[in-house]
């Protein structure tokens, strides 16, 4: 059915960078936006920065000015770049994306296994 694989996680210090990746495809129907999620030890499971398919993104206010989410359509890939990352950053990254078969037919949430995200001070 729908496919949603993350990449690209990892250990970096603070201050540092990285670039997530969520490939979402699906044999049929559309996706109408992808977010990215994270989730620490312990935490409730939270909301990063989405992009929609029409191209609108959301933020979390912890992230704003630092991530920046993005879409190539060409290769149903949305990115999440992570700058100045913090501590506070390290959790397990989750991509969702909400599919529907048609348009005004019901979503249905499609999530990835997760990357490891780990920021060290």
């Known amino acids: 059915q729908v496919q949603v694989v993350e990449s690209g996680g990892g250990l970096v210090q603070a201050g540092g960078s990285l670039r997530l990746s969520c490939a979402a495809s699906?044999?049929?129907?559309?996706?109408?936006?992808i977010g990215w999620y994270r989730q620490a030890p312990g935490k409730e499971r939270e909301l990063v920065a989405a992009i929609t398919r029409g191209g609108t993104t959301n933020y979390a206010d912890r992230v704003k000015g630092r991530f920046t989410i993005s879409r190539d359509n060409a290769k149903n890939t949305v990115i999440l770049q992570m700058n100045s990352l913090k501590p506070e950053d390290t959790a397990t990254y989750y991509c969702?994306?909400?599919?529907?078969?048609?348009?005004?037919?019901?979503?249905?949430?499609?999530w990835g296994q997760g990357t490891q995200v780990t920021v060290s001070s």
């Open positions: 699906a044999s049929t129907g559309t996706i109408n936006a």
């Open positions: 969702k994306a909400d599919w529907t078969l048609l348009v005004g037919l019901r979503q249905y949430a499609y």
